[in-house]
């Protein structure tokens, strides 16, 4: 598997598509065709009330794709094959489409992944594609300030109850800084990770919360979802 992303490194920078390896590159990376095969949402962003008891907060959700296709394949090879080669992909079109932000003050918080998760995965993908996003947008990132405290049960195959139980408590806030946070996940489901990661910093006293993520699922379609 390193060989062959290492191969697409390689061909990428004679010029040719990263995905698919045939035709010229496009844009970030990529082929026209590759490209036009991305799930864009419908409109540049996603929003929704995140839930009953955030309503109130109005915490927007800012999303690019949908979790199918050739994202979904691009997420899962990046979590589970270390398809480096995705990252500029997939956070070059997110900073393209993604609304225009007061982001000079921001900190982005990548969700966290349990240390014996990411020793075993070899890293936190999200992580990585925080750390890309906000180099590009000179914006400061946070790898420390939220940690997950417990390796929870894969979500894959948990209903939206089961994956709110799930995650409960899961979450430690371990630094405050007054500055708008901005929580960045690569695949949002049912959004109870990222509901649990708000109540948390909302308890620790963070007003300002915003979210963006890479792509949103549908629950039947069968996410990817383990992190």
């Not at 991305?38 to 929704?48: C, E, H, K, R, Y």
């Not at 960045?184 to 919360?209: H, K, Q």
């Amino acid at each position: 598997m390193r060989v062959w992303n290492d191969l697409k490194m390689h061909f990428s920078k004679l010029g040719l598509c990263r995905r698919c390896l045939k035709n010229r590159c496009f844009i970030h990376g990529i082929c026209l065709d590759c490209y036009q095969a991305l799930p864009l949402i419908s409109g540049d962003v996603l929003t929704q009330p995140f839930s009953h008891h955030l309503d109130d907060l109005n915490i927007k959700i800012q999303a690019i794709f949908n979790y199918t296709g050739a994202v979904k394949e691009m997420i899962c090879q990046l979590k589970y094959q270390q398809a480096l080669w995705t990252v500029p992909i997939l956070g070059a079109v997110f900073i393209d489409r993604v609304a225009p932000i007061e982001t000079d003050t921001a900190v982005i918080i990548p969700m966290p992944m349990h240390h014996r998760r990411r020793r075993k995965r070899g890293y936190n993908q999200v992580a990585v594609l925080a750390a890309w996003v906000a180099n590009r947008l000179h914006m400061t990132v946070n790898m420390n300030l939220l940690t997950r405290n417990r390796d929870t049960e894969f979500q894959h195959g948990l209903n939206k109850q089961e994956r709110i139980k799930n995650v409960k408590g899961c979450f430690t806030v371990k630094q405050y800084c007054h500055q708008p946070v901005i929580l960045f996940d690569d695949v949002m489901t049912t959004g109870s990770s990222l509901r649990e990661a708000c109540r948390v910093l909302i308890s620790a006293g963070y007003v300002d919360i915003r979210i963006w993520v890479i792509a949103v699922a549908d629950l039947s379609a069968g996410a990817c979802d383990a992190r």
